[in-house]
């Protein structure tokens, strides 16, 4: 049924039983899609139950978000999961609020949770997954001698872990950070980004179902001190106190490829992130639907991951060389204010990058 060279003279393994590699956004939209189609799936994860790693999540995750074409697009409606923010996310550098004028008023963002509550986008995919007849099995990891088995047409969705960048040579860049959770009100849902002197990418706060996150990362290593500049202006600017902070180091695409030998890449491992910013909630769900294509429309799988992917190179080639310029936290407040003097001079430009990532043009 499912053929993943995709000519009918090429049909070397033919099978309507496929596995697929991570439990995360991707591999369970793929699941869904292709169980609905029929076929016998399985996922498997090195974890022992289905959210991802306990040392990062639950975990609030802001985005922006077009909520109808995605819904169409990868055939299911997880809007339950998502809550407007109210303004596209506060902007701040260092301790001081700013208008970045082309996103206001324009972006929608929502927030989203990770993890394992019940709250969370996680499980809402598992419960819509096990309705679709998709199996899991958990404390699987997949380990060299796990992907020289594995069957052709096997989707791999790893999410931005080590590990399978290296079995696979995707080229990757480390990114570092520090990351806490704290209970918060309820009923408030909040997003905030902090750009400033601690780091040549940003740090972030997020509210929903009664906890705020915050996650300080940087594509350059980060030193204690800029933990505590950071923590410095969340105390003085908006009073908010995170009590301990865990590491993190994730793993972020330097290429798109959907296709590995007779493997199918999904989610961020595939490049399906947005190479500046580091979104990749939606394009994780979006790519899950590109992988189950890859298996039942190849061609409409690749015309559509170029697609969503146009573009990663130069903003990827752009924010790198934004990071190794010197001086270059001071620089990116020179950048914000001559992107928006840019975005002034020329509406065309400002219209461009008015909503920051639109997966559907
Ligand atoms: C701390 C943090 C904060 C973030 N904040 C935001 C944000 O605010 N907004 C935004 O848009 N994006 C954010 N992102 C990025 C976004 O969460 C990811 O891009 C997205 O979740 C990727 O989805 P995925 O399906 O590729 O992988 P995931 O959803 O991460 O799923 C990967 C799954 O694979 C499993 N796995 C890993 N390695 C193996 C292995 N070797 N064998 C078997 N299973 C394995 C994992 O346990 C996990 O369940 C954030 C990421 C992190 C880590």
Redesign the pocket.
């Known amino acids: 049924m499912y053929n993943i060279h995709g000519n009918s003279e090429d049909m070397a393994k033919d099978t309507d039983s496929i596995i697929i ?7 369970m939209v793929a699941g869904i899609n292709l169980a609905r189609a029929g076929a016998r799936v399985t996922i ?4 022992p139950s289905i ?3 306990s040392q ?1 999540h639950p ?1 609030i ?3 922006p978000l077009q909520p109808e074409k995605t819904w169409d697009y990868i055939g299911m409606d997880l809007s339950e999961c998502f809550a407007p923010t109210g303004e596209y996310p506060a902007f701040w550098y260092n301790a001081k609020r700013i208008t970045l004028p082309p996103y206001v008023n324009n972006a929608k963002a929502y927030n989203v949770e ?1 993890g394992h509550r019940k709250s969370s986008i996680d499980i809402r995919l598992q419960d819509m997954a096990l309705d679709a007849g998709v199996k899991f099995s958990f404390g ?4 060299p001698g796990e992907l020289k088995n594995a069957p052709p047409g096997s989707i791999i ?5 080590k ?2 960048y290296e079995l696979t040579g995707v080229d990757y860049s480390t990114t570092y ?1 520090y ?1 806490s959770t704290i209970p918060w009100e309820p009923g408030d849902v909040s997003g905030a980004i902090h750009m400033g002197t601690f780091s040549v990418d940003y740090g ?1 706060t ?1 509210s929903l179902n009664g906890i705020m996150f915050g ?1 300080l ?1 940087s594509r350059r290593p980060l030193v204690d001190h800029d933990l505590e500049r950071f923590t410095g202006v969340l105390g003085k600017a908006r009073g908010i106190e995170f009590r301990k902070w865990g590491t ?1 180091t ?1 793993y972020f695409p330097r290429e798109t490829r959907l296709f590995w030998g007779d493997k199918i890449l ?4 595939s490049g ?3 190479p500046f910013w ?7 769900l979006i ?2 639907k590109v992988a189950s294509l890859a298996l039942t429309d190849r061609r409409k799988a690749e015309a559509d991951f170029a697609r969503f992917t146009a573009g990663f190179s130069t903003k990827l080639a752009r924010k790198e060389s934004l990071d190794r310029m010197p001086f270059n936290k001071q620089l990116l407040r020179l950048g914000i204010l001559k992107a928006r003097f840019a975005c002034w001079r020329n509406p065309a430009l400002g219209k461009a990058v008015k909503e920051p990532v639109r997966w559907f043009k």
């Open positions: 590699y991570g439990a995360g956004l991707a591999g498997y994860d090195r974890e959210g991802g790693s990062v975990s995750h802001t985005t990770r699987r990891e997949l380990s969705a790893t999410g931005l872990y590990e399978v950070g990351l972030y997020a996650l990362f993190f994730g999904a989610g961020t491992l399906m992130i947005e580091g979104y990749g909630i939606v394009g994780a790519s899950g």
